[in-house]
């Protein structure tokens, strides 16, 4: 990623953060009340600048770095608004604790007779549950979901408190400014109105719950890599009765006509369910994301895969010869497991580039330590990384100890929840 | 890690709001009334005479107030509080928004700028 785009996303979320803050910036206030003011203002843009980066949109994601880093960040400022809005109130309290203990209880009570406080208190705590639902990863998808948007509503109630405030100009913008974005993200991203329509053309099981499904554009198709991503959304067919929840899948061939096919690993409810694709199922399709192995420079390389993360690299491999040697380690729990195996070994004899390491470790993440090669062995190499979180955690940790620098280690982990 | 954070922060928020909920359980208030005994008597034309965002005072509830330090302060535009300086301005504190008054806080806040009785015409 070249270095001006990789500070376009700083640089939005601190304009998102700086532009109401130096407005609103209090002149002659005593420091606690300044302080929560401040801190108020602060929150106001971090949730202004998560709200921009769930939105879901190929140009966007190109200019901020990848929706994966989007992603990430929509997080951190989510997380980093809540902590300071929860200090807002408390600050206010500490201002009139000054005054008497009683005037810091009564400044914040949501007893009192004051909608400003009342609509405060309930923003606050919809943002509350809307964030411990959404550290509940146990839930199934479809739920986590829904409860995630009771953060969308949570922003909106937040900015009506600051209208109720009578603070006119800024708030409104900022409470259109959020409105605008979460419509945004409803209508293009949530109800696919951004999304291309294609039909799955064939379905092939390529190992134990899993599949490699092709895709036919039925109106103009989306352009894309081998290797990049794209969320999918599959709805119903002549027998198949879809989710209709988008995700996240690796482009691991294209063909004429500008179909492409991707692997489906049973991985919740709703993968669990497209083991059972067929022809003919409509499907809707956003992107393409992602230059996970878009930019390789021409030194050797190690490519480790864990389980489906194999995709990724055997779209390269399909998609072209190597120019660089390469190493590729491929991990999965067992050979039943092991999708496009004989695949990868055809192609292995084909490249003399390619040197193929396919290898049945068990269940659970396995002892990485010793699949790794060397320090010697790693010195000069990128290494590229994909599968599990837990399994990449892992791997980049023993790298990074055998002296692999952080710029040399790339890795896709498709955690968009 | 931020899902312990968020944990954690929002555990210490509620034990803090929840100190600050029992203070009435546990603060005393002290020295109140005796200043009461000495206030003055402010009458409507010497209430007049300050009507300016520098020495704004107002009448509310029977006593006067000196608001001046206070208004920048206060939340609402300057245009909605500044009519009032001079003036006796209960009905408008008693309205503030939809008909409700201003909060117990307010009321607490308030007590800290009080200058004197109001004198009412006869």
């Known amino acids: ?417 | 890690m931020t899902r312990k954070l968020f944990i954690f922060s929002t555990i210490a928020f509620w034990i803090a709001v929840a100190g600050l909920g029992t203070t009435s359980v546990w603060w005393l208030p002290a020295g109140q009334g005796a200043a009461q005994a000495k206030e003055q008597t402010i009458s409507p034309a010497d209430l007049a005479k300050h009507r300016s965002p520098e020495n704004c005072w107002m009448a509310i509830r029977g006593a006067v107030y000196d608001l001046s330090t206070y208004l920048p302060e206060h939340p609402s535009r300057p245009d909605i509080v500044l009519p009032w300086c001079g003036k006796e301005a209960s009905e408008a504190y008693n309205t503030k928004m939809k008909g409700r008054p201003h909060s117990p806080y307010a009321d607490e806040l308030l007590a800290k700028y009080r200058i004197g009785l109001f004198a009412k015409v006869p």
């Open chain 1, 1 to 417: 990623m070249n270095r001006l785009r990789f500070l376009w996303l700083p640089i939005v979320v601190s304009f998102l953060v700086g532009a109401p803050v130096f407005w609103a910036f209090p002149e002659g206030l005593r420091f606690w009340r300044a302080t929560a003011i401040v801190l108020g203002w602060v929150g106001c843009g971090l949730l202004l600048a998560s709200l921009l980066l769930m939105v879901r949109e190929v140009r966007l994601a190109i200019w901020l770095g990848g929706l994966e880093r989007m992603t990430l960040w929509h997080h951190r400022s989510g997380v980093a608004a809540y902590l300071l809005l929860l200090l807002h109130p408390l600050t206010l309290a500490a201002d009139g604790w000054q005054e008497s203990p009683l005037l810091a209880w009564q400044v914040i009570s949501p007893f009192s007779a004051n909608w400003p406080v009342w609509v405060g208190w309930g923003a606050l705590l919809l943002l509350m549950l809307g964030l411990s639902t959404t550290f509940a990863r146990h839930l199934p998808y479809g739920s986590w979901r829904w409860l995630h948007g009771l953060l969308g509503i949570g922003v909106i109630v937040g900015f009506v408190h600051v209208l109720l405030l009578g603070i006119s100009m800024a708030a409104l913008l900022a409470t259109l400014a959020a409105v605008l974005l979460l419509v945004w993200r409803l209508i293009r991203v949530d109800a696919g109105c951004a999304a291309k329509p294609y039909i799955v053309n064939s379905v092939h099981p390529v190992a134990q719950s899993m599949v490699e499904i092709s895709l036919r554009p039925l109106a103009t198709p989306i352009v894309a890599r081998a290797g990049q991503f794209i969320m999918v959304a599959f709805f119903h067919g002549p027998h198949y009765r879809g989710c209709g929840e988008y995700h996240p899948f690796t482009i691991c061939a294209t063909g004429p006509g500008a179909e492409f096919s991707i692997g489906i690993k049973a991985l919740g409810d709703c993968t669990q369910q497209m083991q059972r694709l067929e022809a003919g199922v409509a499907a809707r399709v956003q992107g393409p994301f992602g230059e996970f192995l878009a930019e390789r420079p021409a030194t050797p390389q190690i490519w480790v895969a864990g389980g489906i993360g194999i995709t990724p690299f055997l779209a390269i491999l399909r998609s072209e010869p190597l120019s660089q040697p390469t190493r590729l380690l491929y991990l999965f729990r067992s050979t039943a497991d092991a999708a496009f195996l004989d695949e990868l070994q055809a192609l292995a004899e084909r490249d003399a580039h390619l040197i193929l390491e396919a290898l049945p470790t068990g269940a659970g993440i396995p002892n990485v330590e010793k699949l790794l090669p060397a320090s010697d062995l790693l010195s000069g190499k990128e290494c590229y990384l994909c599968g599990p979180p837990a399994l990449i955690e892992s791997l980049s940790r023993v790298l990074k100890d055998r002296g692999v620098g952080e710029q040399n280690i790339h890795f896709e982990s498709f955690d968009f929840r």
